[in-house]
């Protein structure tokens, strides 16, 4: 007969682990002896080694009482289905670690790879920090709410930014959105983007309302902005 002390350290765990055991009834807790001492025999040591083993794989404790009393075929499925929990596990583990290399790397963490592609780019055009930060929030809003919808229009507009003339009306209308609403550049400006617009194929409409929310949550306006919008 051994103490708790001794069956831990046979085990390999600590004694606050095999009292925690006891607490969940993963381990029978004996009777004291007249000693007022709790002993421990070998088949309790064997025990405590499986239940550490499992834990330790993996296994959540509120279903290792389960494994221990199953049978070979229930234990093979169980296992199986909790291997799978941890594949799942895994793949949470790994792409929330892509997003806080994101977060490190400036990228937009709440965006897909392909949007967070597009701000970069934005970014090498030489597009202001605002008109990156409005075009990140609009993309934030729209592919939460419009997923199929917001990888169309994003598609598009990553092939329009390969265009040179794109480009530069999109850092003209960068520039633009401090400008006075009378500014003599805004018709011009207009008309080339209109011009432009009017060789691209049809793209969806986007739903107005989403449209109008998420450019309002961006701070997507200004006088000027306006004035070209008409």
Known sequence: MITIGQLARYAGVTVKAVRHYHKMGLLPEPERDHSGYRRYDAQDAI???KIRTLAEAGVPLARVKELLGASEQEFGAAVAEIGEALRRREEEIRLARERVTRLRAGTALFLTDDAAALLERLRE????????????????LMQAVAPEEAAVWLADKTDALADPEFQRIYL?????????????RLPALAQRAAAWLGNRPAMPVADPEITALA????GASSPAWDVLSQ
Request: aromatic share 8%.
């Open 47 to 49: 025990d405590l080694v």
């Open 125 to 140: 055009l030489g597009v202001s920090d605002r008109g990156v930060r409005m075009e990140r929030e609009v993309w934030v």
């Open 215 to 218: 450019m309002s949550a961006a």
């Open 172 to 184: 003209d209308y960068d520039e633009a959105f401090g400008l006075a609403p009378d500014d003599p």
